[in-house]
Nanobody, 129 residues
Framework: QVQLVESGGGLVQAGGSLRLSCAAS????????MGWFRQAPGKEREFVAA????????FYADSVKGRFTISRGNAKNTVYLQMNSLKPEDTAVYYC??????????????????????WGQGTQVTVSS
């Protein structure tokens, strides 16, 4: 089972930026579709961004489109979430997920949490107004 560790969270003012990292225990997670989700207090976990296994296709929640960017690192065992123009409503614990089960296509991305098989422990992002 791949182990995921998120980092990069913190406290930032509205309009600021953060870059979250998701590091994997395996040599490469380029074999997996990856996603970022977030969970605010009292709310369900929600989809933020996803990247396909091999084609590099990405998809974003409407609430973050144009502000957040998901990407893979050159080291192949890291996925990033660049977050710009942060808003107070972005405050949440952010989780990365890996879909380790066999996927029909390397071009697919996944937006449901039960599409993912491995999760990190989360990193807190707090945006002050």
């Amino acid at each position: 089972q791949v182990q995921l560790v998120e980092s990069g969270g913190g406290l930032v003012q509205a309009g600021g930026s953060l870059r979250l990292s998701c590091a994997a225990s395996e040599r490469t997670i380029s074999n997996y579709a990856m996603g970022w989700f977030r969970q605010a207090p009292g709310k369900e976990r929600e989809f933020v961004a996803a990247i396909s296994r091999s084609s590099g296709r990405t998809f974003y929640a409407d609430s973050v489109k144009g502000r957040f960017t998901i990407s893979r690192g050159n080291a192949k065992n890291t996925v990033y979430l660049q977050m710009n123009s942060l808003k107070p409503e972005d405050t949440a614990v952010y989780y990365c997920g890996a879909r380790t089960r066999t996927s029909a296509s390397g071009s697919n991305y996944y937006i449901r949490s039960d599409d993912y098989d491995a999760w990190g422990q989360g990193t807190q992002v707090t945006v002050s107004s």
